[in-house]
């Protein structure tokens, strides 16, 4: 079974604060995305990545960057926290259009 | 400007009928379809998918079904159970993107009522 983990199920974050979403995989699969959640919205993809070292941007880049040091590893950072930022973060790895989902991360920026 | 569309935010059905979700998209570049199922603080888990050269994928209780001409498919699960109260989204993929990205619906959330 693919698994797919994220550093934290909630977190609280002040504005400005700078924020770092940790995303594994176990399935050695090349590509990794993240999304964001919100009602209406569906998800959103905000960053993926090819390949180590490698990335491009989804729909919604502004405000966030990431980091992918390692296939199984793949980080968002959002450089300075903003209340629009607050949202539900879901990191996926695929094979070929399958993609797999971590559990999300509630972030809230107050 | 989104590319697959759930109209419906919100269905609600009895145990035991059927529940029919549907989904539109408008890039004539899709060729693979899937489902997926949403839980409470949960990500989502796949549940069915589609390719474009074919017009219906059956998997147990779940049935998904691919109009192209329409640009239109949709998931019937039959019978509704309890465990089905969830959100569903439908996501598209393109034959000319090569990374696999994927691109979501808004979500249908799905209660079933006893």
């Known amino acids: 079974d693919v698994k797919v983990t994220q550093s934290s199920r909630y977190l609280v974050k002040r504005t400005g604060e700078k924020v770092f979403l940790e995303c594994v995989q176990d399935m050695d699969h090349e590509n990794m995305f993240w999304y964001r959640q919100d009602p209406g919205l569906g998800l959103r993809l905000i960053y993926f990545s090819y390949d180590v070292k490698m990335k491009e941007k989804g729909d919604i880049p502004e405000g966030y960057s990431v980091s992918r040091e390692k296939k199984e590893r793949f980080s968002l950072i959002l450089e300075s926290a903003s209340t629009n930022q607050t949202s539900m973060y879901l990191c996926?790895?695929?094979?070929?259009?399958?993609?797999?989902f971590g559990p999300g991360t509630r972030l809230t920026v107050t | 400007d989104q590319q697959v569309k759930q109209n419906s935010p919100s269905l609600s059905v009895q145990e035991g009928r059927i529940s029919i979700l549907n989904c539109d998209y408008t890039?004539?570049?899709?060729?693979?379809f899937l489902w997926y199922k949403k839980y409470p603080a949960e990500g989502p888990t796949f549940l069915i998918s589609?390719?474009?050269?074919?017009d219906k994928n059956e998997d147990g209780r779940f049935t998904v079904f691919l109009n192209k001409s329409a640009k239109h498919l949709s998931l019937h699960i039959v019978p509704s159970q309890p465990g089905d109260s969830a959100v569903y989204f439908c996501?598209?993929?393109?034959?000319?993107?090569?990374?696999?990205?994927?691109?979501f619906g808004a979500g249908t959330q799905v209660v079933v009522t006893p």
């Open positions: 589609i390719s474009s050269i074919k």
């Open positions: 890039n004539s570049m899709f060729d693979y």
């Open positions: 996501a598209a993929s393109a034959n000319n993107d090569s990374w696999g990205k994927l691109q």
């Open positions: 996926a790895s695929s094979y070929y259009e399958k993609q797999y």
